[in-house]
């Protein structure tokens, strides 16, 4: 992908005026050993629409999940403003299994099960937040709709959907742009930018660095280490960049604007 201009989407925020969402101090994660998180620390404030770039290994998927607590760390700390229910998660798309029958507005209310309680039966209010939370994310078309016939755009939107109607105030994606069409990137993008401002922080990890660079307020680079946190423009530099992919980055320049490309499959040895 190419990089030719660089201009955020919006002003930045104003980290002073909030207080944390997401703080993360000294984390290392290690699976039979490896490091796949090596030492990070960084706070996503409230209110933040932040991206985490790294190549593939680079420990992104690691970092949301210890984030959610999904997985044990080793050391470090992870601290949120609310509890953990307040963290919406939307998984990568191979790691959900959407062929049980059930409808998008079945599967958004499935999400409430722990506020609403197991046993009892859902109220006219609790399909009301459902119905209210798919409006949200453009989906109201679609509520009684099988999961299964849904486009992974589509799906990303409902899993969205399921953490608006368990009150989510944090939304983290991981890699929810991958195998998604152009129209249906713009689509989720646009949906997340609506969160945004209506006060959702939003932390993503994503292989799209025009998406990074040109919509989000911070951009977060990790390979196992924390490379780099800060604004598209503080981290759009070809040290940070050349850190990051190694010989898998191409940049040149022309008078001053810079253009990047990962191939993220052409080089066997970086
Ligand atoms: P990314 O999301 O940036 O591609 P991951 O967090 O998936 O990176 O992986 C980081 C590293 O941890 C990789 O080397 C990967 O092979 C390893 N890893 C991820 N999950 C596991 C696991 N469950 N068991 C062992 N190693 C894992």
């Known amino acids: 992908m190419t990089l030719t201009t660089l201009i955020p989407a919006r002003p930045v ?23 796949a998180i090596d030492d990070v620390t960084f706070r996503v404030m409230a209110g933040d629409k932040v991206a985490i770039i790294g190549p593939n290994g680079a420990g992104k998927s690691t970092l949301i999940k ?12 992870i601290t949120v403003a609310g509890d953990l229910a307040t963290l919406g998660y939307v998984p990568q798309h191979e790691d959900v299994n959407w062929n049980f029958p059930v409808t998008v507005r079945d599967v958004v209310m499935m999400g409430s099960a722990r506020q609403i309680g197991w046993l009892r039966r859902p109220s006219r209010a609790d399909w009301q937040r459902v ?4 409006e949200r994310v ?6 009684r ?22 009150n989510a105030d ?16 713009a689509d989720l993008m646009n949906v997340l930018d609506r969160l945004n401002s209506d006060g959702l922080t939003i932390l993503l990890s994503t ?55 990962v191939d993220e499959h052409g080089c066997a040895d970086c």
């Open 145 to 166: 709709r099988q999961v299964g016939e849904l486009s992974g755009g589509q799906r990303r939107r409902v899993f969205i959907a399921r953490a608006l109607a368990q």
């Open 170 to 185: 944090t939304l983290l994606l991981d890699e929810p742009f991958s195998g998604v069409d152009v129209r249906a990137q």
């Open 13 to 35: 925020t104003n980290h002073n005026a909030h207080p944390a969402a997401i703080d993360v101090r000294n984390l290392t994660v290690r699976y039979n050993g490896d490091a």
């Open 66 to 77: 210890a984030i959610l607590g999904l997985l044990r760390y080793q050391s470090g700390q």
């Open 131 to 134: 119905d209210s939370a798919l």
């Open 138 to 143: 453009d989906m109201t078309a679609y509520g």
């Open 207 to 261: 292989h799209d660095l025009d998406l990074a660079f040109h919509r989000f307020d911070r951009v977060l680079a990790l390979r196992q280490r924390l490379i780099a946190l800060g604004t598209p423009q503080e981290v759009y530099q070809t040290d940070i960049l050349a850190q990051l992919y190694g010989k898998r980055l191409v940049a040149w320049h022309e008078g001053e604007t810079v253009s990047v490309f």
